[in-house]
């Protein structure tokens, strides 16, 4: 069975830290490039950071960058974004997704959520 599978979400203060792991089974996740989206509540879904499945190239949202760190474990099969200082704005459900290169991410994770008190 193809799929996606965020762990790692919770309610934090404010200057937390998290990570998120995102898991994959049924597909080869080396061959793909993975992104983290999120949906911060009551706004649409927005573009967090990726990781390109060769040389491991990332780039990232302004909102996170320099606070948030993806990474790759090929072996794994798995996905990690590491989330440092985190701020109240950074609330949201957060979702993982792959996607060949060059194509848009067609297999997406369910999501797990992520509360940042202040």
């Known amino acids: 069975q193809v799929q996606l599978v965020e762990t790692g979400g919770g309610l934090v203060q404010a200057g937390a830290s998290l990570r998120l792991s995102c898991a994959a089974s049924?597909?080869?996740?080396?061959?793909?490039?993975v992104g983290w989206f999120r949906r911060p509540p009551g706004k649409d879904r927005e573009f967090v950071a990726k990781i390109m499945s060769s040389a491991g190239s990332t780039s990232y949202a302004d909102s996170v960058k320099g606070r948030f760190t993806i990474s790759r474990d090929n072996a794994k099969k798995t996905v990690y974004l590491q989330m440092n200082s985190l701020l109240p704005e950074d609330t949201a459900v957060y979702y993982c997704?792959?996607?060949?290169?060059?194509?848009?991410?067609?297999?997406w994770g369910q999501g797990t959520q992520v509360t940042v008190s202040s």
């Open positions: 049924g597909f080869t996740l080396s061959t793909y490039t």
């Open positions: 997704a792959a996607g060949l290169y060059g194509a848009p991410f067609t297999r």
